[in-house]
């Protein structure tokens, strides 16, 4: 069951987002709109930060789920950026060393086993040229106790449709050696967390 919902609906998954999306607006417009260069989206999923990049950036955007990238293919039209959509495993990418200016996972290295983490984590770095930016997303723990009482009742519900882990991107990126963290943020109460990262 782990993940199923990718493969079953992309418009399922971008119903059940809806509430979300709402308070990730902002914060992905606050990302993606300044970026330059060559743009990898990396589990782009149903392109959900597509509306926000800009025209001076262009896009790859890549996932694995063939539902989720029909979705991403029409969100692709309303953007101002040049899209360019393919299906691809994060595991093993068919770019070359040194390709990307920029690298975004929004909400990506969280749904995939550790091993397979590791591995994408690694073929992102390979494929970024040296100096570029990595943007990641990740749902972190809160301090509060009501506020993890409220989050480990829908990760229980998204564990099993989306198969995610709650604050395990940062420790990985932590681990990559050729990753530079410049800076964390908690962007929306103390559960959201952005992660900007610079390849050394
Ligand atoms: C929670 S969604 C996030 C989608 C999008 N980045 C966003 O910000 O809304 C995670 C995505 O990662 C994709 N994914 C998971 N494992 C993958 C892999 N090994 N290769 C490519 N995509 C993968 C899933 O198909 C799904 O679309």
């Not at 149903?46 to 896009?59: D, E, I, L, S």
């Not at 360019?84 to 990506?108: C, H, S």
């Not at 009501?146 to 009742?153: A, D, H, K, Y």
Request: charge should be positive; charged fraction near 25%; aromatic fraction near 10%.
């Amino acid at each position: 069951v782990k993940g199923m919902l990718y493969t079953i609906s992309g418009k399922v998954y971008d119903f059940l987002d809806t509430a979300s999306e709402k308070r990730y607006k902002r914060i992905r417009k606050k990302i993606l709109s300044p970026l330059k260069g060559i743009v990898l989206d990396a589990g782009c999923g149903t392109g959900r930060n597509f509306p926000y990049y800009g025209k001076h950036a262009k896009v790859i955007a890549v996932d694995n789920a063939v539902k989720m990238l029909s979705v991403a293919r029409q969100r692709a039209k309303e953007s101002k950026a040049q899209i360019r959509i393919e299906q691809e495993t994060l595991t093993q990418l068919p770019f070359k060393n040194n390709t990307f200016d920029v690298v975004v996972a929004t909400f990506v290295l969280w749904v995939m086993p550790k091993k397979d983490a590791q591995k994408a984590l690694s073929e992102l770095v390979r494929v970024a040229k040296p100096n570029a930016r990595f943007y990641f997303l990740e749902y972190t723990y809160s301090q509060h106790f009501l506020r993890n009482v409220i989050i480990l009742f829908t990760v229980s519900i998204a564990k099993l449709l989306y198969g995610i882990k709650i604050g395990v991107t940062l420790p990985l990126i932590k681990q990559e050696k050729s990753l530079e963290i410049e800076n964390v943020e908690l962007v929306y109460q103390d559960v959201l967390r952005l992660i900007i990262a610079r390849k050394r």
